[in-house]
């Protein structure tokens, strides 16, 4: 047995609070955390070995998370989450040993396992370092210094890491006591920006409206049910695309390459030029200090006539064996508008979110003629 197991509480042992002066009440609050760090890190170290196993099956369990929600009696979110970092923390030997000398919190640990699963190689390289830094900084410190760490560690990688950070994309809903639905997860950069934008599109008005009494998170869970209930209602004709402000540079554009900062994280030039392939745009002109001195109409990229014909002749995602309708389709420039693409049928095809996606980051694409 390590000496993991050496703190065990037992009634008597540790001298009441109602004791202890100021000092020893900070003391003691010291030991408790560090200790419950370390219990934190001896139960990754047991999900791990249950896990390689197969316990939880040989035990009857569908899971490793099901097995653990059953022993610890915690929610299937939270189980889920720690099964994800002890498995991480297989691979991260000196993450392991900081969080199990009670140095690093579970969120911090958590953290650091996202950083691994993004950027592996860089993270086995520069491990001790990036651990040390963050067991120094505070909560609100720590994702600067990882998104630090990632931009210089790989600054080549932000295409691989795109694609990483979009299959990291999860929702979770879950059942509370009084049947209250739970909802937990997270977006893409890109993804985000789109929820986002169409929550404050509902909720921001209210802000402005001294009568109205709801809480800003109450607005943005009315706004999302609005937009649930309008789209059960069922939208007619094509769905507008979401009105969201980034700034590209015009070669950026052009080129595809390099990053493009958005109001939730950077996504890649192709990914812009994806967004842009059908979409309202504003020509802003800026001045050598970045100050805007012109600024050009809202227009649509495809006019609302050409479109109307582009989803008759497709009628839907022309990606081969695909029946997502025209209404949910974008359309696609097979050659990109910024690289002298004409806006015409002959350049265009219906595409669904996720073949759009496919058509502009990978080399070859299937199209149904
Ligand atoms: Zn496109
Ligand atoms: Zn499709």
């Known amino acids: 047995m390590g000496t993991d197991t050496a703190c065990v509480l037992e009634p008597g042992v540790l001298p009441a609070a109602v004791g202890l002066d100021d000092d020893g009440v900070a003391d003691e609050m010291l030991l408790a955390v560090r200790e419950s760090r370390r219990w934190a890190a001896r139960q990754a170290e047991l999900i791990a070995e249950a896990d390689r196993r197969g316990l939880a099956r040989r035990q009857g369990f569908g899971s490793t998370c099901e097995w653990l929600a059953v022993l610890s009696g915690e929610p299937v979110p939270a189980c889920r989450s720690k099964v994800a970092v002890a498995e991480a923390l297989e691979r991260m030997p000196e993450t392991r040993a900081a969080f199990a000398a009670g140095e690093v919190s579970e969120g911090k640990v958590r953290l650091l396992a996202e950083a691994q699963a993004l950027a592996p190689e860089q993270f086995a390289r520069d491990e001790a370092s990036l651990v040390a830094a963050v067991a120094g900084a505070s909560p609100q410190q720590v994702p600067q210094v990882v998104a630090s760490w990632k931009r210089q560690a790989d600054p080549q990688g932000t295409e691989v890491q795109a694609e990483r950070l979009y299959k990291q994309r999860a929702l979770h809903l879950s059942k509370g006591w009084l049947d209250m639905l739970r909802l937990s997860g997270q977006l893409d950069p890109e993804s985000g920006l789109i929820v986002q934008d169409a929550i404050r599109s509902l909720s921001e008005g209210a802000a402005l409206n001294a009568s109205d009494t709801r809480t800003p998170a109450q607005c943005r869970a009315d706004a999302l049910v609005e937009i649930c209930r309008r789209h059960l ?137």
């Open 233 to 369: 209602q069922g939208g007619n004709g094509s769905v507008r695309p979401p009105r969201v402000l980034v700034t590209i540079p015009w070669n950026t554009l052009q080129e595809g390459q390099g990053l493009v900062d958005t109001e939730t994280g950077p996504v890649t030039a192709e990914t812009a030029r994806r967004i842009t392939c059908d979409a309202t745009i504003s020509r802003v002109l800026l001045d050598a200090d970045s100050v805007p001195v012109e600024m050009g109409r809202a227009t649509r990229v495809i006019p609302p006539a050409l479109r109307k014909a582009l989803d008759l002749r497709d009628g839907g995602c022309t990606h081969p064996g695909c029946d997502v309708p025209a209404r949910w389709s974008d359309a696609h420039h097979i050659q990109h508008w910024a690289q002298g693409g004409k806006t015409d049928l002959s350049n265009l095809r219906l595409l669904c979110r996720k073949h759009h996606r496919d058509a502009h980051h990978q080399q070859s694409y299937p199209l149904r003629q």
